[in-house]
């Protein structure tokens, strides 16, 4: 799918100037990705490596995440990674969630850890994040990691956030000196990603050399239009249904939308979707994600791209002393 | 100096169109800040504790590092914090350095401990960062406290950064929903204040809920001026004199330079100059930091306020078991 010249965001060209929006599939992307570490992978197992291994800690019974720790399950095997879910009742202590993370710590087998969140509210989130070994934690969100991804340093970057870059990276969309408007600040998608957007390339990660602009729920409407309608790349993670309308959006423009929302239509039926107005915003924007089929199956393909990354990364390593 | 009512930064009043900008004097109300500082010290000690301290180590002679080092020991004093700098030659290897940081990080009667920076190269400057304890780092370099910022969590904010944010709320500038641009993407000044600016007052840090637009040298300069004229705060710290100009100002906003630039006049004169080209700036804005006597002086009172704050912070725990 990736262009041989790299995509000008927002340059409205005769081509492009009366068709509608290119769809960015990321199902399409994801399983490239997928076929490409499932390579990977068994290249690893073959030089005599043991498989990649993923443990997810799931506490309590919230339906929702269930099915996310399954999909991420499943996901593992269709690329050759061992997986695990270790459930814990809901009443769970705080104790006995940072000892079982300790153990798997200190597991050699096990390469990576998530805690599905949201954790219980008797539980400090943040001193669950923190427990896990920072070589292990590949959901990125151990405050050591959090600290290297600010420096622009190298290491595991959330999934969703990860996973909005490489649709980028495969479409070939130019980012250096170009506006990038997000929507949303959250610490593990909008913050992420205004960071590795305005990142500079003399440092570890990619420079993507954007200039970000930051917008949340205090960004009055008449100022994020004014940011979006001169944005080359508008990336919105917000849960605001419709945020993103056509008016706002400049011609050419690539749209990112990392929204998962249900909503109820006028028949009755239960539909997915994002904060963009799509079939307005498809008929400005040059470059467009579909929800879902967007962004969303990135999420899980990044996951395991941090899950291969530790495994390798620990073997290179001798941390069981 | 701090009004009654929040200043609505970029909002052109009758009484302001016609005036010029307001001066922020970053010198008084750093010494007004260090006056208040040097009670809190006092009170202190006289409850019985030991006097805060603080350590600079300087390596090598740089004259530049030398003065900002000295200017440091004098600003100690003057609020009552002990204060000593320890010199290593420029030949000191990076173990022989790390060995003194782990010296001091032991030694319970160190509350404060900063490197000064650049260190020699043959050192690495982020493993001298990482040497200091998290709980003495005055500085706000390590990664610990980097990540603690960017999830907003109570922390060590870098100095000059800090300094920013104080002057904002000492002039009772009023940020949530506004529009911030901010010229330069530092890890020490540039992105703290975008992280702090951004922040949600739901986290560890008061929240300050502005939009925030992050440049730097890969944004055109018809974008800036896009960004620029819409900012009802515009924050400058690039060491590019003339950035930003009167034509790219809205009428009203609060213009905040951290630049200092040394250049020649006409008369052959050396003189420091900030990013703002101030004469012309001063006619447009609604309050403006002259450079030099703006920010600059906040700095070392923010340095301040940091070996203060670990000292308290130490006395309440005991690390030294």
Not at 49 to 65: K, T, Y
Not at 79 to 104: F, M, Q, R, Y
């Amino acid at each position: 799918m990736a262009a041989t010249e790299p995509i000008q965001p927002g340059n409205q060209t005769p081509e492009n100037s009366h068709t509608e929006a290119q769809l960015i599939s990321g199902t399409k992307i994801a399983a490239d990705y997928r076929n490409e570490l499932r390579v990977d992978v068994e290249q690893w197992v073959k030089a005599g490596h043991r498989r990649p291994h993923l443990v997810a800690i799931l506490v309590g019974e919230d339906p929702a995440s269930q099915k996310y720790v399954h999909n991420k399950m499943l996901a593992a095997k269709d690329v050759g990674i061992d997986s695990e879910t270790l459930k814990l009742p809901a009443t769970a202590s705080e104790k006995e969630i940072l000892a079982k993370i300790d153990e798997l710590n200190k597991n050699p087998n096990v390469d990576g850890i998530l805690v599905q969140l949201p954790v219980p509210q008797h539980v400090n989130e943040r001193n669950v994040c923190n427990a896990v070994d920072p070589r292990k934690d590949v959901d990125g969100f151990h405050i050591i990691n959090v600290g290297k991804m600010t420096l622009n340093m190298d290491t595991f970057v959330p999934a969703t956030a990860l996973g909005v870059i490489e649709l980028l990276k495969r479409m070939n969309v130019d980012t250096k000196g170009k506006n990038v408007v997000i929507c949303g600040r959250s610490k593990n998608v909008g913050l992420p990603m205004a960071m590795l957007l305005h990142s500079d390339h003399r440092n570890e990660l990619p420079g993507m050399e954007a200039t970000v602009v930051l917008c949340h729920r205090h960004t009055p409407p008449e100022e994020l239009a004014y940011f979006a309608k001169r944005a080359d790349i508008i990336i919105s993670a917000t849960g605001v249904v419709g945020l993103i309308k056509p008016e706002i959006v400049k011609p050419g423009a690539v749209v990112i939308d990392v929204g998962i929302n249900r909503i109820t239509t006028k028949e009755g039926k239960t539909k997915l979707v994002g904060d963009v107005d799509f079939e307005g915003v498809r008929k400005v924007a040059g470059f467009i994600t579909p929800v879902p089929g967007g962004v969303g199956p990135m999420t899980v393909a990044m996951l395991m791209h941090n899950t291969y990354k530790a495994a390798v990364q620990l073997a290179k390593q001798e941390i069981y002393s």
